[in-house]
């Protein structure tokens, strides 16, 4: 994938903590910005290139633009601005880079304003400062870097590295095809989020609208907003946007208002029609729409400033992944705390007093304390029970995005509990729980995915949702994903992989891990046949009070197979088998029985072999054929085998 390139790259400090309002440096940094973008420069502002994006996005993004950009300008109107921490980081690392030679022809500018040069961080002062208070500041600093460039003021840019037509508001030298606009529009988004081709996808885009497609036109208006494949123009961006909140793209609602919040594209700053434009894109479940209402209310822009509402907005957008909501609740949330101290009578089971807690904090959008009420109306805790009103808090819990709410309500569609027995909506809120790692969910959808119950049958995606239980260390999952490793279902057959996870199974505390080494083992399955290191690990697992283990060492000692032949022992394996539940070592006792008593078994099991084959195909019982006969079970649920095909006739395993 590619990389946005810029000409320019403008270091400033964006708000205030304290008030959470904009700096006169951000001011300062959004005028300089229009002019040089009016100049046809690329230039990143992280304003507006990184809108939407959180934290950990925020910070790889902005590594990503000071390697790709030639010159920086900082910018502020306080010393203590341009020394605050991100600011520092961005110039004193772009300072570094051309000491150390790792950028060439590149230099570092500051503009600045209300302050005297001397008062600049000594960095700064070593580098063309320029006073934004002097008329021609803008434009002295701007012959400075075109001259550096090497360009004239209509930049004639490298288009075959950056992808990007800027001399004109057209791409008349790409050809598109003759597809419909569904089609253009698809590859043009392809093109555009994906393989970083903006010439190709503007035109694309351009084509799609041109037949009427009326998402396109949102997409316009990002290629015009950011200068990707055309040069960059807020008034082209705003009017598209535009037209693309009037086909009902809430996304486009949303950037609507955010060129009204900051009066770009030839509006005036205007905070009113911007809660306007977010709450229309709200309505309709966009995440950013949502956040900015929350900044509305929390800083009282267009709307009265309310705190609560600001709250709930944030939530409201957090629930869909939106970073900057999640990032300012942790900062300012307070449906945290009521939650919190809620749960804190909630678990040493004073409902009554949680009740009121989860209530307040339910009204603020917090989904697990929406859950948690959704549950005290269910069991009746200190309240009096409501299965209807507990059902539906649990589903608004589970829709706002709270995995055990999900998962809650799957077990709910799969037993039809409160709800209509629906297996294909239990699968649904199973996934979406599982999809946030619910390791419950995870362990419930294979049988879904196996049994072809509330979806069509797959056992691939049976395996892929048993892995990813078993990547969070469940033991349990761990065997299973080294049994259908070994036996090859919905996956390849790998000894070395189902080696490892038997393995890993055995290392969380699964005593069935040792049942599947053991196996291997004495299958010779990938490693070499070693029937002592088999009934070493059966013993193994018959000692944490496994019942299969037990039955493997039943069957070890009655036909001493790895260890000395001992019907004494085989019959405790078998009894303490069976007081586990296993119930197929049953046959084993009575076989065991039988020898003990010095009854032949051989024609007993002759005549049962008579039942499944013709009888002039049973061959001469011999040793080793006795022993072949007397271990006829499925070593994975117990069920009895075909003799030749070594197939489980109840599971159908092979063995």
């Not at 499944?612 to 009895?640: H, M, W, Y």
Request: hydrophobic fraction near 35%; charged fraction near 30%; include cysteine.
């Amino acid at each position: 994938m590619g990389r946005d390139q810029y000409d320019i790259f403008i270091s400033f400090k964006n708000s205030d903590l304290k008030t959470g309002k904009k700096t006169e440096d951000s001011k300062l940094a959004k005028t300089l910005y229009d002019y040089l973008t009016s100049k046809g420069l690329k230039v990143f502002f992280s304003d507006i290139e990184l809108e939407f994006l959180g934290q950990s996005q925020y910070t790889d993004a902005i590594d990503a633009a000071l390697d790709s950009s030639r010159f920086l300008i900082a910018v502020g109107c306080r010393r203590e601005n341009l020394e605050s921490e991100w600011v520092k980081y961005e110039w004193r690392s772009f300072i570094n880079d051309i000491r150390d030679g790792s950028k060439s022809n590149s230099e570092v500018f500051v503009l600045y304003k209300n302050m005297e040069v001397l008062n600049l961080p000594r960095a700064l002062k070593e580098r063309q400062a320029f006073d934004a208070q002097d008329s021609n500041s803008y434009e002295r600093l701007y012959n400075f870097i075109s001259n550096a460039l090497g360009k004239s003021e209509k930049i004639d840019r490298d288009e075959s590295a950056s992808n990007r037509d800027i001399k004109e508001h057209s791409s008349k030298d790409v050809v598109v095809p003759n597809k419909s606009a569904d089609e253009l529009y698809s590859d043009g988004i392809k093109m555009y989020w994906e393989e970083k081709q903006y010439k190709l996808a503007f035109a694309y885009f351009q084509k799609a609208v041109a037949l009427g497609h009326k998402w396109a036109t949102t997409q316009l208006g990002h290629c015009y907003n950011h200068g990707n494949g055309v040069a960059q123009n807020d008034v082209e961006a705003l009017k598209w946007y535009r037209e693309g909140a009037s086909n009902g793209d809430s996304l486009a609602k949303a950037w609507v208002a955010n060129f009204y919040k900051r009066g770009r594209g030839g509006v005036p700053e205007d905070h009113v029609e911007a809660y306007r434009w977010y709450k229309e894109a709200a309505e309709q479940g966009n995440s950013s729409g949502y956040e900015g209402l929350g900044y509305a209310y929390a800083q009282g822009l267009g709307v009265t400033e309310n705190l609560e509402e600001a709250e709930k907005c944030f939530r409201k957008a957090a629930v869909k992944g939106n970073k900057n909501a999640k990032e300012w609740l942790a900062k300012n949330g307070k449906a945290d705390d009521i939650f919190y101290e809620g749960k804190i009578h909630y678990m040493s089971e004073r409902y009554a007093e949680a009740l009121p807690l989860f209530a307040k904090a339910s009204e603020l959008s917090h989904p697990e304390a929406e859950y948690n009420l959704g549950v005290m109306f269910l069991e009746g805790l200190g309240v009096v029970a409501d299965i209807k009103e507990g059902t539906k808090r649990v589903i608004n819990a589970a829709e706002n995005g709270f995995a055990e709410a999900q998962y809650r309500l799957g077990e709910m569609y799969k037993n039809g509990i409160h709800v209509p027995k629906i297996q294909k909506e239990a699968v649904k809120w199973y996934e979406k729980a599982a999809e946030q790692g619910h390791l419950s969910a995870q362990k419930k959808l294979p049988w879904h995915y196996d049994n072809g119950i509330g979806t069509d049958k797959d056992e691939k995606r049976a395996f892929e949702w048993i892995l990813k239980a078993a990547k969070q260390g469940h033991g349990d999952s761990c065997f299973w994903i080294g049994q259908r490793y070994h036996s090859g279902q919905g996956v390849s057959k790998d000894s070395t992989q189902a080696f490892e996870w038997y393995t890993k199974a055995v290392e969380y505390g699964n005593a069935s891990g040792y049942n599947g080494l053991g196996i291997l083992y004495f299958d010779g399955f990938g490693i070499a046949k070693d029937e002592k290191q088999a009934v070493s690990l059966f013993k193994e697992a018959a000692e944490r009070n496994n019942s299969y283990g037990c039955y493997q060492m039943a069957l070890m000692h009655k036909n001493g197979t790895g260890i000395e032949k001992d019907l004494v022992k085989a019959r405790e394996y078998a009894e303490k088998s069976i007081a586990l539940g296993g119930d197929y070592a049953k046959p084993v006792i009575e076989k065991i029985n039988m020898m003990l008593a010095n009854i032949p078994e051989r024609e007993t099991e002759v005549e049962e072999l008579k039942k499944d084959i013709p009888f002039n195909k049973v061959a001469v019982s011999t040793d080793e054929e006795e022993k072949r006969v007397s271990q006829r079970l499925c070593r994975f649920c117990g069920g009895k085998l075909s003799v030749f095909k070594k197939m489980c006739k109840d599971c159908g395993e092979s063995n």
